[in-house]
């Protein structure tokens, strides 16, 4: 609809700009006719007026043609929200990626204890957290992987794993370093338990998933909420 719209802007941006132009061109020729016939009063109106409808003329076509909001509106990337966290520089449509989890089943796809401990514990999940992803329009419950593990005498469980977004990463050092050399990452802790980063991979992208697609990754520490235990 919007793009309907901004292409009608600029149909008409360009007709209006094309019949001023036409009418500049007109005008300096009866300007100059005038001029020839001694009517140097009428020529020199005629001329401005060519000149000033031209200029206008001119910089309605441009202006329409290359304005930044109808511009972004026509590649469809008017709802990219430009934001930082911590050293990360991301762009992310909040309401492409809402509309997105709302075709996602609940999970990743797997049903063992660990995964459906993650999605139990959500509903306990702190209000920060919560909020964190509500903000970027991620559906804490539709992960597109999670992992986890805890040792002997841990009373949480250790969670990695990520979520997808409608985004673009746009700076920042990937939380994924390589081995070789690898370049010191800080997670962005939300609370305590919770932290976040971002990536440049991507992987199991759900299928349909709207591009462009930015990969989160997560690093949770979580409580086992299931009734069975965990060994
Ligand atoms: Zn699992």
């Given amino acids: 609809m919007r793009k309907i719209l901004s292409l009608i802007i600029i149909i008409f941006g360009i007709i209006i700009g094309a019949i001023l132009m036409l009418f500049g061109v007109y005008c300096i020729f009866v300007a100059i006719v005038d001029f020839l016939s001694g009517n140097t009063e009428r020529a020199a109106i005629g001329a401005v007026m060519s000149f000033v409808s031209v200029i206008i003329g001119v910089s309605l076509i441009f202006g329409t043609l290359f304005n930044k909001k109808i511009m972004k509106i026509m590649s469809g990337e008017e709802y990219l929200i430009e934001k930082t966290f911590a050293g990360w520089r991301?762009?992310?449509?909040?309401?492409?990626?809402?509309?997105?989890?709302?075709?996602?089943?609940?999970?990743?796809g797997c049903d063992c204890k660990t995964c459906r401990n993650f999605l139990k514990a959500v509903e306990s999940f702190p209000k920060e957290v919560v909020d964190f992803f509500n903000e970027l329009g991620v559906d804490l419950m539709k992960p597109s992987e999670t992992y986890g593990s805890r040792g002997i005498q841990d009373i949480n469980m250790q969670y990695g794993g990520w979520y997808h977004i409608v985004g673009k990463y746009l700076?920042?050092?990937?939380?994924?370093?390589p081995a070789k050399e690898p370049k010191p990452v800080k997670w962005l802790d939300i609370t305590d338990d919770f932290a976040i980063g971002f990536t440049r991979n991507k992987a199991l992208v759900p299928n349909g998933f709207p591009e462009p697609v930015l990969q989160m990754e997560i690093n949770f520490s979580v409580p086992w909420v299931l009734e069975e235990p965990y060994r």
């Fill in 90 to 108: 991301i762009e992310f449509d909040r309401e492409a990626t809402r509309e997105a989890f709302t075709k996602l089943p609940v999970g990743s």
């Fill in 171 to 177: 700076s920042g050092e990937d939380i994924w370093q």
